[in-house]
């Protein structure tokens, strides 16, 4: 059974810094590109960053380029976001999704979502 | 501003049939493949369609079928039941943006 399991929300400062970690199982991770999605709260779903399978490719919506950099572990089946440079706009919940191929773009669709974890972004 | 149009809200009673639209460009519908989502309240999005791999993943009834022409797609739904009130996202990938890219939702009322 795939399970994504998201980690490492919680409240920051503008202009702070916070790491998320998604934890996957289920699947050989490796094979996989995976995505990180947010939702602001009462708002529609923002794609925010993807990475290929192995690492090599990465890809960033305009609104997070520069302050985020998506990671991947495959020894440890887990998937990062460091954000940094944090703003009000960037609270939401993030959850990560496994994509249906190795390589990231045409093929791109998410079966599977973990259950989410809220970045709040206030002074 | 979503790069995919889709309206805010559609209704429809118990037992009729539905339709959402979701309208883009040559970038992203035109040539990339688009896929489904249906969220209901407090949950996590779930994969309806995706246009590539048989349509619908296991486990999602033929209740749920998804049309493309050009650089509009559609979601349609029949026999509609109370369970089905969700929002439902479009998205595909945009091939100028090097981006996913999603509808701004369409919140389904079962009347």
């Known amino acids: 059974e795939v399970q994504l399991l998201e980690s490492g929300g919680g409240l920051v400062q503008p202009g702070g810094s916070l790491r998320l970690s998604c934890a996957a199982s289920g699947f050989t991770f490796s094979s996989y590109a995976m995505s990180w999605v947010r939702q602001a709260p009462g708002k529609g779903l923002e794609w925010v960053s993807a990475?290929?399978?192995?690492?090599?490719?990465?890809y960033y919506a305009d609104s997070v380029k520069g302050r985020f950099t998506i990671s991947r572990d495959n020894s440890k089946n887990t998937l990062y976001l460091q954000m940094d440079s944090l703003r009000a706009e960037d609270t939401a919940l993030y959850y990560c999704a496994k994509d249906e191929v190795a390589v990231v773009g045409t093929l791109t669709s998410f079966e599977y979502w973990g259950q989410g974890t809220l970045v709040t972004v206030s002074s | 501003q979503s790069v995919l149009t889709q309206p805010p809200s559609v209704s429809a009673a118990p037992g009729q049939k539905v339709t959402i639209s979701c309208s883009g460009s040559?970038?992203?519908?035109?040539?990339?493949?688009v896929s489904w989502y249906r969220q209901l309240p407090g949950t996590a999005p779930k994969l309806l369609i995706y246009e590539k791999k048989n349509n619908r993943p296991s486990g999602i009834p033929d209740r749920f079928s998804g049309s493309k022409s050009g650089t509009s797609a559609t979601l349609g739904i029949t026999g509609l039941q109370t369970g089905d009130e969700a929002d439902y996202y479009c998205g595909t990938w945009d091939s100028s943006l090097s981006a996913e890219v999603f509808g701004g939702g369409t919140r389904l009322t079962v009347l």
């Open positions: 040559s970038s992203n519908i035109g040539n990339n493949y």
């Open positions: 990475i290929s399978g192995s690492g090599d490719s990465t």
